[in-house]
């Protein structure tokens, strides 16, 4: 079953061509790793998957309801002066499908506290957003999409300044949504997240995209020197039969 699928989708930024021809669709209960050098494409097909760029020709077919997708950019915007706490920001996820002004209930207290326990932070429940170190500030935006119950979730290079501990956190967390059911999409640029995450890869590169299995990147990668190589240092800029 897939809930999202791309259609020759073609893609550009201020007028040039970013990705053309994507096709593919996205496995529900599946964590797929998007990768590719930098300036490949890969924030580009996440906006426009969001429905934030419209597709130049083709389409993104999502059955998602919106608000049950949740988007983690890539520099997040978030305002680190605004006084507001960890917990305050994990109960904003009910907005979407509660609406903004209605209040919380016990009920959304209650799964607030168990998903700051689960994710490790219940101890940083009244914190100041800006007083956060960068793997906390993610568990708790993180913390956010569960709350929202997200059925489709788009990370953007979520490993990003993150602490190794909330990288394992993270890991298992995002394992755990899946196999409820979830569609998760991941930005990675390291092979050993990747052999632990993904169960499907689309690689951009060249204005292109191309699906892979992990262990076939594992197996053509594996023996290289370093364990954990960054992908962007050797992927190639194009793609022609045979890459990967
Ligand atoms: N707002 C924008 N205006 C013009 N060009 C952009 C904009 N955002 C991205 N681009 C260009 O689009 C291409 C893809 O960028 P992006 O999707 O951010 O790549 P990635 O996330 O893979 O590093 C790059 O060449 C980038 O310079
Ligand atoms: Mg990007």
């Not at 007028?15 to 994507?22: D, K």
């Not at 507001?84 to 959304?108: D, N, Q, R």
């Not at 168990?114 to 100041?128: F, K, Q």
């Not at 992927?235 to 890459?243: E, N, Q, R, V, Y």
Request: aromatic share 4%.
């Amino acid at each position: 079953m897939s809930r999202l699928q791309l259609e020759d989708l073609q893609l550009a930024r201020g007028g040039q061509t970013v990705l053309e021809h994507l096709d593919g669709r996205f496995m529900d209960g599946a964590i797929t790793a998007l990768v590719g050098a930098n300036g490949s494409g890969k924030s580009t097909l996440i906006a426009s998957i969001m429905g934030m760029l419209r597709p130049v020709a083709g389409k993104v077919e999502c059955q998602v309801p919106k608000e049950r997708c949740a988007w983690l950019p890539q520099q997040l915007a978030l305002d680190l002066t605004f006084p507001m706490s960890v917990e305050e920001l994990i109960m904003t996820g009910t907005w979407p499908s509660h609406g903004a002004l209605k209040g919380y209930c016990a009920a959304h207290y209650r799964r607030g506290r168990e998903i700051m326990a689960r994710l490790g932070i219940s101890s940083l429940a009244h914190r100041p957003l800006g007083e956060l170190s960068g793997g906390q500030r993610q568990r708790a935006l993180i913390g956010r999409t569960l709350m929202q119950e997200a059925e489709l979730l788009l990370l953007d290079e979520p490993f990003a300044n993150v602490d190794i501990e909330t990288v394992n956190v993270l890991t298992d967390v995002l394992r755990d949504t899946a196999r409820q059911g979830a569609t998760i999409i991941v930005v990675l640029h390291d092979l050993e997240q990747l052999s632990r995450l993904a169960d499907d890869v689309l690689i951009l590169a060249g204005g292109h995209g191309r699906w892979a299995s992990p262990e076939s990147l594992l197996e053509r990668y594996a023996g290289q020197p370093a364990k954990a190589p960054r992908l962007p240092f050797i992927f190639p800029d194009t793609l022609d039969a045979g890459t990967v």
